[in-house]
């Protein structure tokens, strides 16, 4: 594979240039999917919560150079669509008015599941679930929306991770970028909030460039 990049609409992919032997290369990439398998197969057969039904995994391709990270499960979630109803309408914006392709996104949760009352501790017992996946994902910029994804990326990563960064904050961790944003769930019903919301994922388009 080459080193170049091969833009995407707003979003673009950069292969790594690995010279030598391709069948090693091909090697750490099938372990590096299965990796994502299995943490997916845990996602699901998680009974940690209260409830015991299972958690909702994350959704995307190792590689992809965007990883979008609400804090709990949207409306009508699935394995399929973690953000469910939220990603409908992030995707419309992006895809439908920005030119952006959505191929090169990751969706994922802090929260596995959609729990009434959200506290620390339940954040803590999926920390190390999304330390895991940011590892095998390797994404070059992490969306981070909303105050229990940020508590999430803190529990995951250690003090790196601003405790209180405002919408539009940035900071980076290893070679990963994380921008903050509002929480998605605040773009319908609070015209204010989702005016902040979308100025701030246009800017991913800045990082991913």
Known sequence: MSGGDAARGGITMVDSGIGGDKDAFLSVREKIRADLVALRRAVRECRRCPGGRGGIPGRGEPGAPLF?????????????NPWGAWWDLVSSRMCGEWGWSAEGAYLSTALRCALGRVTRKEVQRCSALLAEELLVVGP????VSGRVA??????????EVPEKPRAGD??????????FNLDVARIEGDEEAARVFWRVLRRAEKFLA
């Open 68 to 80: 979008m990270l609400a804090g709990v499960p949207g409306p009508g979630a699935s394995a399929a």
């Open 140 to 143: 070059r910029l992490v969306l």
């Open 150 to 159: 940020v508590v999430a990326v803190r529990e995951a990563l250690g003090g």
């Open 170 to 179: 940035t900071c980076g961790v290893f070679n990963t970028t994380f921008l």
